[in-house]
Structure formats: structure tokens, C-alpha cells
């Protein structure tokens, strides 16, 4: 795996990115544990993990943009909350 870095982000952006990490990780482990059996809190669980992810993607799609970051087929992009660096990310 090779790990470059090619570029930052500011604090502000970095912590957009992080709370919307956080969330989506969270829902994905209560997905986990909950059943299909309570239906409301199930669609609402899926109905989020949606908006949730769609609001993840288009953070890296707008920052892409901004930044007009490198990137690579079949390479991904992820950042160091420490650090607020973007690395392009290659199998």
C-alpha cells in the first residue's frame, strides 16, 4: 500500500469531515445490533445512514474540487484528523 500525501485542509473543514465520520461510523455499529423487527426505528436508522454518507461523499467531492487534489484508479483519498492532511491512499 503507498500512502502520499497530497494535500490540507483547514481545521474548520477537518472537523466538518470528522463529526460526519463519527456519525456514520456510530450508525454503522448500532446497524449491527438493530433488527429489521422495529420497523420505524430501523427505516429511520437506514434513512440516516443515507443522508449521512451522501453528506460524507460530497464533502470529499467539494474539497476535491476546492483543492484539486491528486488522485488515482483505484486509489482513495483519507485524512489525518490530527493533522488535517489528505493522503491518496493506493492498493
Not at 488522485?71 to 492532511?85: M, R
Request: glycine letters at 6%; hydrophobic letters at 35%; charged letters at 30%.
Amino acid at each position: 500500500m503507498v500512502k502520499k500525501v497530497i494535500g490540507q485542509v483547514t481545521v474548520e473543514e477537518k472537523n466538518e469531515i470528522q463529526t460526519l465520520f463519527e456519525r456514520r461510523n456510530g450508525l454503522n455499529e448500532l446497524a449491527k445490533i438493530l433488527t429489521a423487527d422495529n420497523n420505524e426505528l430501523y427505516e429511520k436508522l437506514v434513512k440516516d445512514l443515507g443522508e449521512t454518507g451522501t453528506k460524507f461523499q460530497a464533502w470529499w467531492d467539494r474539497m476535491s474540487d476546492k483543492y484539486q487534489w491528486e488522485s488515482a484508479e483505484g486509489g482513495n483519498w483519507e485524512i489525518n484528523f490530527e493533522t488535517c492532511e489528505i493522503y491518496l491512499v493506493q492498493q
